[in-house]
């Protein structure tokens, strides 16, 4: 069993779907849960950062950690064609959020107008 | 967000040649720095840990004496593809963490360098 799971997609959504992505987990001792955005052909970008279970909100992105079912997911209100993106979940178990990283596969969106 | 420059973008060499890639935290001084290796439709796969000032880290699997790295400075980074053959052809990402434990802190990332081996 992997330590991160996500479905790889293709996921397609209409112009203003409410978007939910999702990543499973085996290892508890993971602390810090980040959500990243890639572009084709970029290096990822940090959306969202959350320690430990909880909800947490910046604009238009939810991102939610629930550590008694190992679960975490990014939630995209009003998606827009430019959310068409690659999302990759990462958790960390280390001393620091940047410590021991593992990256989920990925997430491939597509939003259409 | 904290900002991590990497250059080249793109860069194309012959087969048996050595390529260098660098990494630069722009505005933080990054203790520890990552590389990874992303194939086509695939997650990162992190190829090396490289601490200021110390040797990298590297996973297993990885050719410590084909992929060089040095962390000369806190704010940059480089790998260096030695004897560069087509299967080492790949987009390498670096990022950088910012130093400062307890504070709403994570990994940035650069913004890759596709390598073509001819």
């Known amino acids: 069993q992997k330590e991160v799971e996500q479905d790889p997609g293709p996921l397609s959504v209409p112009e203003g779907a409410i978007v939910s992505l999702n990543c499973t987990y085996s290892n508890s001792a993971f602390q810090y849960f980040m959500w990243y955005r890639q572009y084709s052909r970029k290096g990822p970008e940090l959306l969202m950062y959350t320690y430990s279970s909880g909800n947490k909100e910046d604009g238009r992105f939810t991102a939610q950690v629930d550590k008694s079912s190992k679960y975490i997911s990014l939630f995209i209100r009003d998606s827009q064609p430019s959310d068409s993106a690659t999302y990759l979940c990462?958790?960390?178990?280390?001393?620091?959020?940047?410590?021991?990283?593992?990256f989920g596969p990925g997430t491939s969106l597509s939003v259409i107008p | 967000g904290a900002v991590v420059s990497q250059h080249p973008s793109r860069v194309i060499c012959k087969s048996g040649t050595s390529v260098k890639i660098e990494c630069r935290s722009l505005d933080f001084q990054a203790t520890t720095m990552f590389w990874y290796r992303q194939f086509p439709k695939q997650s990162l796969m992190l190829m090396a840990t490289?601490?200021?000032?110390?040797?990298?880290?590297?996973e297993q699997g990885v050719e410590k004496d084909k992929f060089l790295i040095n962390h000369a400075s806190l704010t940059l980074s480089t790998l260096t593809v030695t004897s560069a053959h087509p299967e080492d052809s790949s987009f390498y990402i670096c990022s950088a963490g910012l130093p400062s434990p307890g504070s709403e802190n994570t990994i940035y990332f650069g913004e890759g360098s596709w390598l073509t081996v001819v």
């Open positions: 990462a958790m960390s178990y280390g001393k620091t959020s940047y410590d021991k990283v593992i």
């Open positions: 490289s601490n200021e000032g110390s040797k990298a880290t590297y």
